[in-house]
């Protein structure tokens, strides 16, 4: 919605920054000197009005450009010639040159062909376009077999490329290679001459490694009953039992699966001792309590537990008592009584001005004060001559409002649509004002909005 000015506007000198003419197809009821930009199809242009009628601002109505010193001429409707030097930036030939040969003149008129060369040929369409195309190159496929190959087997790779100055491939070269034969080592025969170590074993039972001769210090492995026998077994790094809830992982570190085999474990581990030390676990069933009461820190000091017998009190501060329920396990934390101050609950005009607090912040005192609220600091009225508080005279109307002062706030709407509306308006005395339209207003057709300030 428009905000109107029944008045003039006086800048007085200043710029009107980023401002926009008005844009309408119908052209706006008007008098001499009135401008819009008319968006008609095919009109776009900014009009005036002479007095008479919209007329075009300053439009081109001729021009004519001058070949030979690259100057052209304008003229407008308002009958003002303007020429334009583009000093010789207008086209009669040119000249195209390649990476090599001779340059070539293209004069007016001539056709430039952009042709293709070797394996390149070129074709004109619409619009305006000219796409080059990569000729066919003649060539062999070579196409592979996919092989999974085995030891001792034979299959075709690409030992090499043939391509031309162009970089196209011309040739592929093919070699037949075999894969070699598998180099294993097939222990079934018992050996017992001690004079081979390290000597492996086979039989109905063990397959053993016999490290020194010494059954005793051998390492067997029983297929049939998925055994591993050694002496003693050192791990570096992690040891994983399968199909166990109780793991090594690493130093110091036991971890437990659980009832349930998933991403979730417990693990067991100490921090790194400084002596010696024994943790004993009670002859006794039940859970383990983690982080039991050592150390409980307060806002200024620390409680620590010196001994297993020690007891954590919880004791009442400023205003604040504790209370023990043995029935329930419970402790109890109250608020103590610190004033009697009753709630006030005021009404009307009357609100709270004063509150008293003690050193914790409870309150202690409420104080309530009635705001008194004149009644003679706003004034409204028709702008309507015949009103007892307002004079005409031509556009201007002079409002008494009697409120004995100039710092009034004053603004002025339509009684019709209630837009509020721009006019020049003046504080003229301490009880009046002037309103004045820059045109003839309808009495009744505005109304004044007065407020005193202070």
């Not at 490329?161 to 093919?174: D, K, L, W």
């Not at 297929?223 to 570096?236: A, R």
């Not at 039940?286 to 919880?314: E, M």
């Amino acid at each position: 919605m428009a905000i109107p000015f029944l008045n003039n506007i006086n800048l007085d000198d200043n710029q009107l920054l980023n401002a926009k003419i008005h844009v309408t197809s119908s052209a706006p009821t008007a008098g001499k000197g009135q401008i819009y930009l008319d968006s008609s199809t095919g009109v776009n242009k900014l009009k005036y009005h002479d007095g008479t009628a919209f007329v075009i601002a300053d439009a081109t109505v001729s021009a004519s450009f001058n070949t030979s010193d690259g100057v052209i001429t304008f003229t407008t409707s308002s009958g003002g010639t303007y020429t334009v030097d583009i000093d010789g930036r207008f086209m009669e030939d040119f000249i195209v040159a390649g990476d090599t040969g001779d340059d070539q003149t293209i004069s007016d008129g001539n056709t430039l062909t952009i042709a293709g060369g070797t394996e390149l040929s070129s074709v004109g369409s619409d619009t305006d376009t000219i796409t080059i195309n990569h000729d066919d190159v003649t060539r062999t496929n070579t196409t592979g077999t996919a092989l999974t190959p085995d030891f001792g087997a034979n299959f075709d790779v690409i030992t090499g490329v043939t391509s031309n100055a162009r970089g196209h491939i011309t040739g592929v070269e093919t070699t037949n290679i075999t894969m070699p034969e598998n180099d294993s080592v097939d222990v079934t025969a018992i050996t017992t001459d001690a004079a081979y170590y390290p000597t492996f074993v086979s039989a109905a039972g063990d397959v053993a490694l016999n490290i020194d001769g010494s059954a005793a210090d051998k390492l067997s492995y029983n297929p049939n009953s998925q055994t591993l026998t050694v002496k003693n077994l050192v791990v570096d790094g992690t040891q994983t039992i399968l199909d166990e809830t109780v793991q090594v992982v690493e130093n110091s570190t036991i971890l437990f699966e659980g009832t349930t085999a998933d991403d979730f474990e417990t693990k067991l581990t100490v921090i790194d001792p400084t002596a010696d030390r024994t943790i004993s676990l009670p002859d006794e069933s039940g859970t383990v309590v983690l982080n039991a009461f050592k150390t409980v820190s307060g806002d200024t000091n620390s409680a620590v537990a010196d001994s297993a017998t020690d007891t954590l009190t919880i004791a009442g501060g400023n205003g604040i008592t504790t209370e023990a329920t043995a029935s329930s396990d419970t402790i109890t934390i109250n608020h103590d009584d610190t004033s009697s101050q009753a709630s006030v609950d005021n009404s009307g005009n009357t609100v709270i001005q004063d509150v008293t607090l003690d050193t914790y912040g409870h309150v202690t005192g409420l104080v309530s004060k009635t705001i008194e609220v004149p009644t003679d600091r706003e004034f409204v009225v028709d702008l309507n001559a015949t009103d007892s508080n307002v004079a005409k005279a031509t556009n201007t109307y002079t409002v008494t409002h009697s409120l004995n002062s100039r710092d009034v706030i004053v603004e002025v709407y339509h009684t019709t649509n209630y837009d509020t509306i721009f006019v020049d308006i003046t504080r003229a005395t301490v009880n009046t004002i002037t309103v004045a339209f820059a045109a003839t207003v309808t009495d009744g057709d505005y109304r004044v909005l007065i407020k005193k300030i202070g």
